[in-house]
Structure formats: structure tokens, C-alpha cells
């Protein structure tokens, strides 16, 4: 996805598409991936800006400057701008809510993503829908490891019982083409059954959604494949980014 920095350090949150759809190996053992921790005392603000809803101080976070340049090529690009006044080393996320950021930095600091440690734990599909927006702002952040942790995040909650993010299909659709591997996720976890719901909730489905889905299913059952198997035999590299 390609990513636009004001001056300001300004990351707006719609999507843009991403067509990459390469399988990765998440062992590169050649990666430097742990933070140089030598420099401790530097750090940082990321400041949440969600839509429609007043700033207050919950939505500043501080982060050591070391780490998040680290993870992210777009932050170290920025933090590390020499005619920056250190003053204002802030970047804002716009439209990125505050539970979204501690999930970045949760992950961060632990390489884990745990929504039930965020101040607001989330239920039901909301649950899902906060690792499909994590999703997005790792992307938008140039940070495939994170993105591929969501993603196996996403199918545990599925494995587990949790339901489909439906309520982020429309999102999704509109923002990535259908080589998103997101994207596919999503149109894969629908196919292994949702039933009713399609006539229960209809406008939470995309009409592209629902022709892809058509299809999906089509070649499914002229090779033998049941839904069963589809919640069963979930292959997540297929939906993993290459990771640098």
C-alpha cells in the first residue's frame, strides 16, 4: 500500500489497494528483528485520531523511539528527518481509534496481539473487526509481521467459535482489490458457513463480495470440497505477506 506523510506526520486511514498476494516465510532467519536497545531514552508520540470524536489525552501514546522505528520503515522515515524540531515528534493516525494503537504497540513490545489486555476488550464480531483494522494500519505502516499476526489471530478467533467480521466486509471491499490477502481471508472464512446470515444481516454484504463468493463456492464443490473442510483445513500462508 502506498503511504502519504504530511509534514505534519499525518497517515490518513483509508486504504489503499495492495495487490500483494506472495506467499512468505515467517523464519527469515537472516532479519534483524529484535530493537537496538541502547538508546532508551529517546521517545515518541503516536497520536490516535479516530473518526468523529474528540481528542483527549487517552488518545497520546508514548512509545521508545527505537522500537518503533525498528518495526516500521514509514516511522523511522519520519522520526529520523533531521529538521524535525524534537518538540514535535508526533505522528498522528487519522482515523485510527485508540484501542487500534494499543494493539500496535501491545504488539510492539511483546510480538503479540492480545485483545483482551486493551482497555476496551471488545466481544462478539467486534472482536474481529479491531484485527481487521489493526490489519490495515500495519499495512499502512509498512510492518508485515504484524500483519501476518493478525491473521493468524483472525482464524484462532474463527477456530474458536467467534464470528466472521462481517460488519468489515463493506470496508474491506471498498479499499483493497481482490488480490488482497485480507481481502481473500475473509472471503474464505464466509465460505466455511455462515448460513442464515446472508438473509438475516443482507446489507452487510457487499454485492462483490457476493459474486466472488459464488464463484468460490462453485469451484469448491466441482472439486469436492465441503464447507467442513474449509473451516478445517484453513492454509494461512496463503494469506501471509512477504516479510523483508
Not at 15 to 42: G, H, K, L, Q, Y
Not at 152 to 165: F, T
Request: charged content about 25%.
Amino acid at each position: 500500500m502506498a503511504t502519504t506523510i504530511s509534514g505534519s506526520g499525518a497517515l490518513t486511514q483509508s486504504p489503499s489497494p495492495s495487490a500483494s498476494t506472495v506467499d512468505t516465510n515467517t523464519n527469515n532467519e537472516d532479519v534483524d528483528r529484535d530493537p537496538n536497545f541502547s538508546n532508551m531514552d529517546e521517545v515518541v508520540t503516536l497520536i490516535a485520531e479516530p473518526h468523529h470524536r474528540e481528542l483527549d489525552t487517552k488518545n497520546k501514546f508514548m512509545v521508545h523511539k527505537s522500537f518503533a522505528c525498528h518495526y516500521s520503515p514509514v516511522l523511522k522515515d519520519f522520526f529520523d528527518n533531521e529538521n524535525m524540531n524534537r518538540r514535535f515528534r508526533k505522528y498522528h493516525l487519522h482515523g485510527t481509534s485508540s484501542n487500534t494503537v494499543q494493539l500496535l504497540l501491545q504488539w510492539i513490545y511483546t510480538q503479540k496481539v492480545d485483545i483482551r489486555k486493551i482497555t476496551e476488550q471488545p466481544e462478539g464480531e467486534v472482536k474481529s473487526q479491531s484485527l481487521v483494522f489493526l490489519w490495515v494500519l500495519a499495512e499502512k505502516l509498512q510492518i508485515p509481521r504484524l500483519q501476518n499476526a493478525v491473521i493468524r489471530e483472525l482464524q484462532a478467533l474463527r477456530d474458536r467459535g467467534e464470528p466472521v467480521p462481517t460488519l468489515s466486509l463493506k470496508y474491506v471491499y471498498e479499499g483493497f482489490p481482490p488480490a488482497n490477502p485480507l481481502r481473500r481471508l475473509l472471503l474464505h472464512q464466509c465460505a466455511g458457513g455462515l448460513s442464515e446470515w446472508y438473509t438475516h444481516s443482507p446489507e452487510q454484504f457487499p454485492k462483490d463480495m457476493l459474486l466472488e463468493l459464488t464463484v468460490y463456492l462453485s469451484e469448491a464443490v466441482q472439486s469436492g470440497t465441503s464447507a467442513k473442510d474449509m473451516r478445517e483445513n484453513t492454509n494461512l500462508s496463503d494469506y501471509f505477506v512477504p516479510e523483508a
